[in-house]
């Protein structure tokens, strides 16, 4: 059975509310003077350091069973990790990801993720971008959702790809390699 969108007033009410929505979306780029939409691609690498003298990782919760769980189901870290041009810690910061991320998974190694790459130098510094979703940590390459951005990402939208670079299982330090790429304007 099909719909004809003169017989059924729902069809009708959904042509009309995607009508309304598309001329929204250009009064708001117009409204705000944004200029003309542009894709950006961005490559750097995150640096999550659980110990030593400063680690940029901090457990802030756990349920009792996490620690007996093989996939730490239910613990809970806050992160302020730099972001760097290159894998060495060393190499030039760019930024940081502020945000948090829960062990979220009973059957694999995957965190529920909702953070802030904060851009600290270069042509982005001061924006920022917020990312969302779920990380399955143990498979390569991951995407998650960018959700949205301030400055010069303003009204962002797009996805990361994540790769392991390099994981210590001795100390659980980790450097992720990630490509964002996004549209903004």
Do not use: C
């Not at 349920?63 to 992160?79: L, P, R």
């Amino acid at each position: 059975m099909g719909f004809s969108t003169t017989s059924n007033p729902l069809s009708i009410s959904i042509l009309l509310l995607i009508t309304i929505l598309a001329a929204t979306a250009t009064a708001t780029a117009t409204a705000f003077n944004l200029g003309k939409e542009k894709t950006t691609h961005l490559h750097f690498y995150f640096h999550d350091i659980v110990t030593g003298p400063d680690p940029t990782t901090v457990r802030v919760a756990a349920a009792n069973s996490s620690d007996n769980s093989a996939t730490f189901f239910g613990a809970v870290v806050m992160i302020d990790d730099p972001l760097t041009a290159g894998p060495d810690i060393r190499s030039k910061l760019i930024g940081r990801a502020e945000g948090l991320y829960g062990f979220a998974s009973k059957e694999e190694v995957a965190l529920g993720m909702a953070f802030n790459f904060v851009f600290l130098e270069g042509e982005f510094e001061g924006s920022t971008l917020a990312v969302l979703g779920r990380n399955p940590v143990l498979k390569s390459p991951r995407e998650m959702a960018v959700v949205g951005g301030t400055g010069a990402f303003r009204f962002a939208r797009g996805f990361t790809r994540a790769k392991t670079y390099s994981f210590d299982l001795v100390s659980g330090n980790a450097v992720v390699e990630y490509d964002v790429f996004v549209v903004h304007y």
